[in-house]
């Protein structure tokens, strides 16, 4: 994403714009409004004044015959004409058939008006109307029929009923109805307008002081409002590739909650990270016994070369394919957990005996005891049939023979026992090795625990085998112990039940 890209579609360049704009806009509308305003208070104030103003003509106009012969009433020609510099405008009086009897610039005088205002006037509506263009406002007032209204003595002249007409008396007014004629009262809006550029002049700078204030409330609302995000976005980076340890939680209540709820999401995936670093060397470890059993058995054809049996050769060989299916089963379950969800390893009970089990298991460890001087001796005190996953309970007491048989010194022995009552099955295994020390005792089930790094690794340890052997104990549910003394010897003692109930929640989950 290119610069301006990333600027304009961030939070903070919104909550600018939000921020700026929500102060400018009613700003602006404040003003506008306070000009339209202004105006129309002004027009309305105008109205009024005209409005009284005429009606107090249009009687004289009326009282004095006016409108017969305008030139006999010299005062009313005066008065008009000093009203209409006053309004720096113009009045006309016209009369019923709409003549311009009176024009103050003398321009229409004879002439007959047609406008929608002036015709509404002489049916007695007094109405104005703007003039932007001109900057003027004209009003329209009726001038009543005073004659007519003294005689009916039923209207007053300044109903807008036409209804009387005809009905007065038959005076020369009379018989023109209650309106004589219309008083048009021009004047000349341009002081508001002046006054209203000068206004406005003065909201275009009270707008340009908002439109400074709000960019700089905007631009300071939205980096305060960003920093903490920011921040966040500047420390994930330096927490990916370890140069910070988590999150800090600062700022805002909602900043606060994403960086702790990133801060545990972090910690899930180191510990989903660790175990899957885990399971990688549980399964390089487990891998390696066969191919060390495989080895075993190959170097021990080979060293015998030409004077090895022909039936030797074929049980060597029988055990090699042995290895290599053992070596394919740990493979293919061990990609079968790999699919498997945190809720555990998927187990293949089967009804197994024991015995045969425990031969088979002894005799691919047998070349292993050979090679290191160590006697391998297994003891069963009656044939056990339990329920097992062969290949992982195969693999929980293989480790612990193999331990047995690699902590050990030459000339030294592993016995192996079998036995069961009516509930379980005991497995026990007891060398007579170098021993576990005492402070060790409690963490060699621990994943990588070795008593003596060094020395294991010079075996051939990793530190898993407890571990797997615990796991896979703990699934047929059965339980282990150890019990060594150091120099001596040590024995594992496990306990299975025969017959596997699956759990409640395995069950559900199945
Ligand atoms: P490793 O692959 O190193 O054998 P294990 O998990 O099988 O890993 O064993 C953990 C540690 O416990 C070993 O490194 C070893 O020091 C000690 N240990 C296990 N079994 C025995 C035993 N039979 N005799 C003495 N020490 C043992």
Not at 158 to 172: E, M
């Amino acid at each position: 994403m290119n610069k301006f890209k990333r600027f304009f579609t961030g939070m903070r360049f919104l909550v600018f714009l939000v921020t700026f704009l929500a102060a400018l806009i009613p700003a602006g509308l404040l003003s506008y409004s306070f000009l339209r305003l202004y105006e129309s208070k002004q027009i309305s104030t105008d109205y009024s004044q005209i409005t009284s103003q005429s009606k107090l003509l249009a009687n004289q106009i009326a009282s004095t015959g006016y409108i017969d012969d305008p030139s006999q009433v010299d005062f009313l020609n005066a008065e008009m004409t000093a009203l209409a510099n006053a309004y720096s405008g113009r009045i006309m009086v016209i009369d019923s058939s709409l003549h311009v009897v009176k024009d103050t610039y003398g321009a229409e005088e004879g002439r007959t008006i047609v406008w929608t205002n002036a015709v509404r006037a002489a049916r007695g509506e007094t109405s104005y109307t703007v003039d932007r263009k001109d900057h003027a406002i004209i009003v329209a007032a009726p001038i009543p029929n005073l004659s007519y209204v003294k005689d009916s003595g039923q209207k007053t002249a300044n109903t807008d009923s036409l209804t009387n007409s005809g009905t007065g008396q038959k005076s020369s007014q009379t018989n023109i109805g209650p309106y004589l004629g219309v008083l048009l009262t021009v004047k000349s809006t341009e002081y508001i307008s002046q006054n209203f550029s000068f206004y406005q002049d003065s909201t275009w700078e009270g707008l340009l002081l908002t439109l400074i204030f709000a960019g700089l409330l905007a631009f300071f609302f939205s980096r305060f409002l960003s920093a903490p995000l920011q921040k966040i976005i500047e420390r994930i980076p330096k927490i990916q590739d370890d140069s910070e340890d988590s999150l800090p939680v600062k700022g805002y209540r909602e900043t606060q909650e994403i960086a702790v709820e990133f801060n545990d999401f972090k910690q899930k995936m180191q510990t989903i990270d660790s175990s899957r670093s885990e399971f990688v060397s549980n399964v390089s470890h487990e891998l390696k016994t066969p191919l060390a059993s495989i080895k075993v058995l190959a170097d021990s054809i080979n060293s015998m070369g030409d004077q090895a049996p022909i039936e030797m050769y074929r049980e060597f060989m029988g055990d090699i394919t042995h290895e290599i299916d053992r070596e394919t089963s740990i493979i293919n379950d061990l990609l079968s957990l790999v699919k498997m969800d945190k809720s555990g390893v998927s187990l293949e009970i089967k009804s197994m005996n024991l015995n045969d089990l425990m031969e088979s298991l002894l005799r691919r460890l047998r070349p292993l005891a050979e090679k290191q001087g160590v006697e391998l001796v297994m003891e069963s005190f009656r044939p056990v049939v339990c329920d097992v996953d062969e290949v992982k309970f195969t693999l929980a007491i293989m480790n612990l023979v193999e331990n047995g048989i690699k902590y050990n010194h030459e000339g030294g022995w592993v016995h192996v026992t079998l036995n069961s009552d009516y509930e379980y099955c005991y497995i026990k295994v007891k060398d007579s090795g170098m021993g576990i020390p005492e402070d060790s005792i409690d963490h060699i089930f621990e994943r990588f625990y070795r008593v003596d790094k060094s020395h294991s690794r010079e075996i051939g340890g990793t530190g898993l085998g407890l571990a797997i052997t615990w796991n896979a104990i703990k699934l047929h549910h059965g339980e282990i112990k150890v019990s060594s003394i150091l120099g001596e010897g040590t024995t594992f003692d496990v306990r299975v039940p025969l017959r596997y109930i699956q759990e409640e929640n395995q069950e559900e989950k199945k």
